[in-house]
């Protein structure tokens, strides 16, 4: 019988040893790194140049570029003189305070673009532009007071478009055209 026990004994030890073992690899394996995954597509949430272009008769033409991440908003602002000059306008114009003004006080043409782009996983940017313009029409003021006559357009519009400087032409209500074009 003292051989019996004694080959139990060997045999509970070297089960003890392969179990300390496996554990032991099984939990090296739980502390592993996870593989890398290599892919042709850039993040989608790295910057990206973004270029908007506006085209219009009436209230000029203007163009930047600037550097934006998917879900950030950036206001483009642009300021002009209109064929003619600047036109004089009074304090006690209605809305004088939302008028586009000069340094001597006189109205304005004015462009504000509102870009808010988020970037799907296949790098197609779904953009949302809201687009607001004013400018004094012809130049002129109003009869009878230093009030200019002021022509305004306001549009929101939803597009999708690539992320590889392809530009994205739009047609706004009014005629104006507006040129997106988006580079990583």
């Not at 300390?20 to 790295?46: E, N």
């Not at 003619?84 to 586009?100: K, T």
């Not at 809201?130 to 357009?153: I, L, M, T």
């Amino acid at each position: 019988m003292p051989c019996s026990r004694t080959r139990s004994r060997r045999t509970r030890a070297a089960l003890a040893h392969v179990a300390v073992a496996l554990s032991c690899a099984i939990a090296l394996s739980a502390f592993a790194a996870t593989p890398i995954t290599v892919t042709s597509q850039a993040a989608t949430d790295g910057p990206i140049r973004y270029t908007v272009k506006v085209t219009s008769k009436l209230y000029g033409t203007a163009q930047e570029t600037r550097t934006l991440r998917s879900g950030d908003t950036d206001d483009f602002n642009w300021r002009s003189t209109p064929p003619g000059g600047a036109v004089p306008a009074a304090q006690s114009c209605p809305d004088y305070s939302s008028l586009p003004l000069d340094a001597n006080g006189a109205m304005v043409r004015q462009i504000q673009v509102r870009l808010a782009p988020i970037v799907a996983q296949n790098g197609t940017a779904n953009v949302q532009v809201s687009f607001r313009a004013q400018a004094p029409r012809s130049g002129k003021a109003a009869s009878g007071a230093q009030c200019p006559e002021v022509v305004a357009h306001s549009e929101v519009l939803h597009f999708s478009m690539p992320t590889n400087g392809t530009a994205k032409t739009l047609t706004l209500s009014d005629g104006t055209q507006l040129s997106v074009s988006a580079q990583r």
